[in-house]
Structure formats: structure tokens, C-alpha cells
């Protein structure tokens, strides 16, 4: 069993819809949660990073945290087409080892 | 400011050959994480080095190797090289010391072995 689970997708939604992704995990140790975005043929971008149970908003995203239930997901609202992408989820425990889910692959069709 | 930028950006070598990936993390971080991206794998954590030293390491056979520079520059090198080793080679860097910090990636360097 992978420390991280993450659905790879494909998932594919009209533009302008919430998008809800979502990881779950194994190791209870786990303590900073991050989503990254990647477009194909480029590195991870950084989206949000959190350290606690509960949300965190930024703009059209939020990332929320359930340690009691080890799960965490990313929300998109009013989802773009510049939105299309791969998103990973990672975290860590404090070393700078980040432990990643197999990422989703996100299309918003227009 | 600039980011984590890696050279080569693209790099074919046959089987048995030796590659080093060059990495310059964002000024002022001193901390540069390495980690190999495959379809089937996903992201890989390889080592991480912070002054110098070689903090945390992977699950990766010796043929991985690294170092890091006084100038945080760091580098990585894959020796005897294999088809398996085909991959996207990503580096991070962070700010603090102490984990749990954000880490920003470069572009990467695909590396085909043929």
C-alpha cells in the first residue's frame, strides 16, 4: 500500500464547475500538506501548503485538511481551461522529504 | 527573483554512459531536494542536501549520487546508466533550515537513456 493515494483520473468537467480532488493517506507522522500544479513538460507549481486540520482559501482554491480522517482535498471553483493540468498532492513530516500521490489528471473542456 | 533553474533542460545517453544535472536554487535557499518524476512511479524524493550535506536520502541504488556547493548550487549524478532511468529529474529548493518548508520546483532535465 502507497503512503499516498491519489485517483489519477482523467477527470474531466465543463468549464466553470467545482472541481473536488482529493488524496488519502497512510502515515499519521504526516504534518505539512501541500497541492502542487504540473502542465505537461514543465515542473510542479506550488499551490497551497497547510499545516493544520481545516481550510485555507486562496482565490478560487481550497485546501482542506482531515487528519483524524488522514484525507485532504483541493477545491476549484469557477474552474478555467487554464486550469487543465496535473495536480499532486504531497506532504511530509517535518524532513524535507515530500511524499507524493500519483497526481490527477485534470481537463476543463470549454 | 529567479527561480530554480536546471541545465540541461533535455539530455539522450545510451546504457552504461554517466550524466550529471546541474541545479541553482532560488537565491538565498540553501536547501535543494532532488526527485525523479515516471509514469509509473509518480514523484520519487532521491536525496536533499542542505550546506553542503546530504540530509535525507531515497530509496535509490548507489548509482544515484550528489553534492551540494557552497554556493547552494547543487548537482547529480547517475552513473551506468540503465533504460529504467529514463525519467524527468526535478529539483526543489526551500528557504529554512528545518523541514516541513515549502519547496519550489525547477523545470526539470528529461533525461532519455537509450
Redesign the interface.
Known amino acids: 500500500q502507497k503512503e499516498v493515494e491519489q485517483d489519477p483520473g482523467p477527470l474531466s468537467v465543463p468549464e466553470g464547475a467545482i472541481v473536488s480532488l482529493n488524496c488519502t493517506y497512510s502515515n499519521s507522522a504526516f504534518?505539512?500538506f501541500?497541492w502542487?500544479r504540473q502542465y505537461s513538460?514543465?515542473?510542479?507549481?506550488?499551490l497551497m501548503?497547510t499545516?493544520s486540520s481545516g481550510n485555507k482559501e486562496d482565490g478560487r482554491f481550497t485546501a482542506q485538511v482531515d487528519k483524524s480522517s488522514k484525507y485532504i482535498s483541493l477545491f476549484i471553483r469557477d474552474s478555467q481551461p487554464s486550469d487543465s493540468a496535473t495536480y499532486?498532492c504531497?506532504m511530509?513530516?517535518?524532513?524535507?522529504?515530500?511524499?507524493?500521490?500519483?497526481?490527477t489528471r485534470l481537463t476543463i473542456n470549454p | 527573483k529567479a527561480g530554480v533553474t536546471q541545465t540541461p533542460r533535455y539530455l539522450i545517453k545510451t546504457r552504461g554512459q554517466q550524466v550529471t544535472l546541474s541545479c541553482s536554487p532560488i537565491s538565498g535557499h540553501r536547501s535543494v531536494s532532488w526527485y525523479q518524476q515516471t509514469p509509473g512511479q509518480g514523484l520519487q524524493f532521491l536525496f536533499e542536501y542542505f550546506s553542503e550535506t546530504q540530509r535525507n536520502k531515497g530509496n535509490f541504488p548507489g548509482r544515484f549520487s550528489g553534492r551540494q556547493f557552497s554556493n547552494s548550487r547543487s548537482e547529480m549524478n547517475v552513473s551506468t546508466l540503465e533504460l529504467g532511468d529514463s525519467a524527468l529529474y526535478l529539483c526543489a529548493s526551500s528557504l529554512l533550515e528545518r523541514g516541513g518548508d515549502t519547496q519550489y520546483f525547477g523545470p526539470g532535465t528529461r533525461l532519455t537513456v537509450l
Do not use: D, S, T
Request: charged content about 15%.
Open positions: 504534518q505539512y501541500m502542487y513538460r514543465k515542473g510542479p507549481e506550488l501548503y499545516y499532486l504531497a511530509n513530516w517535518g524532513a524535507q522529504k515530500l511524499v507524493f500521490g500519483q497526481g
